[in-house]
């Protein structure tokens, strides 16, 4: 981790707010940032897909229906278009809504490239982590109980563990491991890592259930312990190629009785690529307001850690191939979009790394379009560096030459914004 992501806000803000101490390279900021005057976190208008579902509630453009058993979670789904294949389940205490949490009632998680929708059943209220362009990670709660008018509301509060040193000191998503009793209890001693798609896989998914197959490599997901601090205990000791949850728990309760494999990788990939891309928007425009003479090297400095995690880099190679069990891999990778040879970002490998051609399918969201100008640019400049050997550097070497052409062609035809010097690359 380079310091840009911590000490360029910090140092900007010390200034002006109590609170920031060095922490070897790292700095911790006060959560007063904030209410920095270039960020306005809490005052400006947000424009996120939950926002715009609130508006449309409001004015009556929109509705949103109640069901006996899941409460507004179907009628949410459909709205916010968040397939049914997404689902994820996580039986640790790791949420505000803890208290219902179990391994015979875990919490899911539903998401697509802009939103993520938490539900448990016989929980107060459905969760909404939505990334707004501008902004971070906005966050959101509806009470699951029947109204003739249901309210979506925002709830700040979420920020106690979504802004902090895991998110990079943004407003943001984590993916966390941690181990869990048979009541759900967190045994962070037994296993407490932050997952993304540099994490070796045995540290993968403790905590969580997982369904599908992987082989002979071995993760952290569904077994319980009986004790959190007995490590021998674990009374779930098969963790390999399971196919449903349906002898678990009551999977009626739920969208799906699956927690894919394939969409815990993608989750994971996707939660750290918002955060880095909600970090340069921020140091960009902090930056910027303070009128810093070094604001393009701090904007050219975060872009290469942008672009190292856009084109992964860091991936942890996959030993063994990988298969779901929902239809999440064959729904993900038809959503495109695709160049004149039909290839997309979107299109997966799982048998040696996620994604077929190594470019985040992110490069397309609306965090990415919203970032400032500057960063944008800095990004679009990084890339075409690395992907066209300029930056030689011995960490791209397990970029073929087959990869980059195939990341550059495919850019070329689906992304309008890419910038002219993109061009196809012919040695």
Not at 99 to 121: C, E, K, Q, S
Not at 181 to 203: C, I, K, Q, W, Y
Request: proline letters at 5%.
């Amino acid at each position: 981790m380079r310091p840009w992501l911590f000490g360029v806000i910090g140092s900007i803000a010390a200034g002006m707010i109590a609170g920031v101490a060095a922490t070897g390279q790292f700095v911790e900021v006060s959560p007063d940032l904030v209410r920095e005057p270039a960020l306005e976190y809490f005052t400006r208008p947000t424009t996120d897909v939950v926002a715009r579902l609130t508006a449309d509630l409001q004015r009556g453009a929109a509705r949103l229906a109640f069901d006996d058993t899941q409460g507004y979670l179907p009628s949410v789904l459909e709205a916010l278009r968040l397939p049914r294949e997404s689902q994820l389940l996580i039986f640790s205490k790791t949420s505000v809504q803890s208290r219902f949490i179990n391994p015979r009632n875990p919490r899911a998680l539903y998401f697509n490239d802009a939103v993520t929708v938490g539900y448990i059943p016989g929980a107060d209220y459905l969760e909404f982590a939505a990334a707004d362009p501008q902004q971070g990670v906005i966050f959101y709660t509806l009470d699951q109980r029947r109204a003739d008018q249901p309210a979506i509301e925002r709830r700040d509060f979420c920020l106690a563990c979504h802004y902090a040193v895991a998110t990079l000191d943004v407003p943001g998503l984590l993916v966390r491991s941690v181990a869990a009793t048979t009541t759900g209890a967190t045994a962070p001693r037994l296993a407490n890592f932050v997952a993304d798609h540099r994490s070796p896989f045995a540290e993968r998914w403790a905590g969580h259930y997982v369904t599908g197959r992987h082989g002979a490599m071995k993760h952290l997901g569904n077994a319980t312990y009986a004790s959190s601090s007995d490590a021998d205990s674990a009374t779930t000791t098969e963790t390999m190629n399971v196919d449903s949850v349906s002898e678990r728990f009551d999977a009626g309760r739920y969208q799906s009785p699956h927690s894919d494999i394939v969409a815990l990788l993608v989750f994971e990939h996707q939660m750290r690529m918002t955060n880095l891309l909600t970090r340069i928007g921020w140091d960009a425009r902090v930056a910027l307001h303070a009128g810093r003479q070094d604001a393009a090297a701090i904007i050219a400095g975060a872009a290469a850690e942008v672009v190292d995690y856009l084109l992964f880099v860091d991936e942890t190679p996959l030993t063994d191939k990988i298969a779901g069990t929902s239809g999440f891999a064959e729904h993900f990778s038809a959503a495109g979009p695709a160049d004149r040879k039909g290839r997309s970002l979107r299109q997966l490998d799982l048998s040696t790394r996620l994604l077929k051609y190594r470019c985040s399918y992110m490069i397309y969201s609306d965090v990415f379009d919203a970032l400032p100008v500057q960063a944008r640019d800095a990004i679009f400049r990084r890339l075409w560096d690395v992907l066209s050997v300029r930056e030689t550097g011995p960490k791209y070497a397990k970029l073929s030459l087959a990869d980059r052409r195939a990341v550059v062609d495919i850019l070329r035809d689906t992304k309008p914004t890419l910038p002219e010097y993109f061009h196809p690359i012919e040695r």
